[in-house]
């Protein structure tokens, strides 16, 4: 700092004021290089600020005790070398969500369910954003198939108090919620995520998102077709195909039933491949448009799909 100033003074400043709690320092250098310093003592009451380094209004704050019962961080809120990666997907998420839900407008307690919820990280996640954030009046579902993670993630719950959030023991096909505003499905395995957009359509949710995992249901009815191009006859390319054509079927049958939609990178790709998002926002628009049926029957016909599994459990 002391280098940088001598550098500064005088050959690009000729005058500098230095600011204190008692008096303010005037340096002043006249143009034949001679310095003068001039004291001032200040009359009014100046406070010291020893915050130097403002903290930053953090998303998600590490520093809240179920990070560290989640397995995120040490007893002292420091993100473990290991979970970084997973934190800063976790805090991506976040940023995404708040800027779905920050413009909408809820009549009181907003019900959301999390689909598939596993260990609970983003479930956390969305509490800690919508109740300290955004200071909403919550009911979380977190939806969660195996025994021994909704009886772990419901004691951390317990014993953080945190008010409005819960995990639920069922399979995604059979939860069906009385209310249900916001659906959240990420990474849903295979056809799962088509279980979890059909429930938030059937509800009536206004916000659907979902970040789709497997994709094996569309591309095995692709091999079984026979139907190969200049793509399709390469395994990997072949993959990537049915990942686009299923998330693409998705995205369309959410446009039959009123919603809009939108395709977005969930985080970069060197942190998981599985980086999509599909959000879906519900509108007043009219809905079950024919000519949407016609976009999907198109697709399915020039890659030999004889049903897409969402089409199936929507009776479409």
Known sequence: MLDMLKEMLPNRFLNAVLFTVDEDVTLLVSSKGKATLQTKKVQECREQNLEHDKQKARLINPANPW???LGLTTREGKITADMQHKFKQIYKYAEIVESLIKPMKFDGTVHIADM????????FALHELLTQRLNLAVDIKGVEIRPDLVLKINEIIKADNLKGLEFVE??????????????????????ATDDAIASGIKAGAELIVCAPCCHKQIRQEMERSGKVDAITRYGIFLERQAVMITDTIRALILEYFGYKTQV??????????????????KTSKNVK?????QQIADLKAQY????HYLETILDL
């Open 67 to 69: 990070w560290y019962q």
């Open 116 to 123: 598939g919820a596993g260990k609970g990280y983003l479930t």
């Open 170 to 191: 069922s399979s995604i096909e059979a939860y069906h919620p009385e209310k249900l505003d916001v659906l959240i499905a990420l990474h849903a395995c295979n056809t």
């Open 264 to 281: 977005m990178e969930f985080i970069e790709m060197e942190h998981t491949p599985k980086n999509v998002l599909l959000v879906g926002r």
């Open 289 to 293: 448009e024919p000519k949407i049926l």
């Open 304 to 307: 030999g799909i004889g049903q």
